[in-house]
């Protein structure tokens, strides 16, 4: 039986190691395509990212793809070029998970997945394929 009286929300640790297992689960066909792209994991999106996605507050945004995707020509980098980036905001998903029926590990792997998904410029279902995989 867990001990919820004693249990914390997942750190930011935590979360990368959700992340890096939730990577690791995804078809090994679609993870040689994203060589190169950096998973980062942050509690919020910072404020110029809020301003410019929208977002009415910091909980609005689950996740983030920075780049230039592969479906824009972002198979190879320019000098001077970031490379593509996936952020996971750790406590908009907390706050995503505690509304909705679904695990925590589920929950990581969708937002990683359709993240990842801008990055191939995939549709819905190519994701939705891709997640089912993972299970």
């Known amino acids: 039986m867990t001990d919820w009286a004693s249990l914390h929300a997942p750190s930011l640790a935590t979360f990368e190691t959700l992340a890096e297992a939730a990577y690791a689960r995804l078809p090994e066909e679609f993870r040689a395509l994203c060589e190169g792209v950096v998973i980062r994991v942050e509690d919020f999106p910072d404020d110029e990212t809020l301003t410019e996605m929208e977002?009415?507050?910091?909980?609005?945004?689950?996740?983030?793809?920075?780049?230039?995707?592969?479906?824009?020509?972002?198979?190879?980098?320019?000098?001077?070029?970031?490379?593509?980036?996936?952020?996971?905001?750790?406590?908009?998903?907390?706050?995503?998970?505690?509304?909705?029926?679904?695990?925590?590990?589920?929950?990581?792997?969708?937002?990683?997945?359709?993240?990842?998904?801008?990055?191939?410029?995939l549709s819905d279902e190519d994701m939705e394929a891709i997640e089912a995989a993972a299970s």
């Open 55 to 121: 977002c009415e507050t910091p909980f609005d945004l689950l996740g983030l793809f920075r780049g230039i995707g592969l479906a824009q020509g972002g198979a190879t980098m320019q000098t001077g070029q970031f490379p593509n980036m996936v952020w996971l905001y750790r406590r908009p998903i907390l706050d995503y998970w505690a509304e909705h029926e679904e695990s925590l590990g589920h929950l990581v792997t969708h937002v990683l997945v359709h993240e990842i998904g801008h990055h191939f410029g």
